[in-house]
């Protein structure tokens, strides 16, 4: 989908994570920060994601045979790498 096809703008990625924030309710962010454990468990996880969309998805037989659903996988692999490489930066940063 190419940002024409897409309406959505970041005040509205801005407002769903605001709100889904809100839903968390009542939770110490600080303990999430970057050099926090709970920022490298975020970290972790998302090598995990890494990982699999690699193995499970650009493997995969139906995404390899389709054009489409290969280029799509692909955007979300790049798309999971530049979120490992944006909290290694904040979290692993002296």
Do not use: W
């Not at 454990?37 to 090598?47: I, K, L, N, P």
Request: negative net charge.
């Amino acid at each position: 989908m190419t940002e024409k096809e897409n309406p959505t703008t970041d005040a509205d990625h801005e407002q769903q994570r605001l709100a889904d924030l809100a839903e968390m309710g009542d939770v110490d962010l600080t303990q999430f920060a970057p050099g926090t454990f709970g920022c490298h468990e975020a970290m972790h996880t998302t090598s995990l994601m890494l990982d699999m969309t690699d193995d499970h998805l650009l493997q995969h037989p139906a995404i390899l045979a389709d054009p489409e659903f290969y280029r799509l996988a692909g955007e979300v692999h790049e798309a999971i790498f530049a979120l490992y490489q944006a909290i290694g930066e904040k979290h692993l940063a002296d």
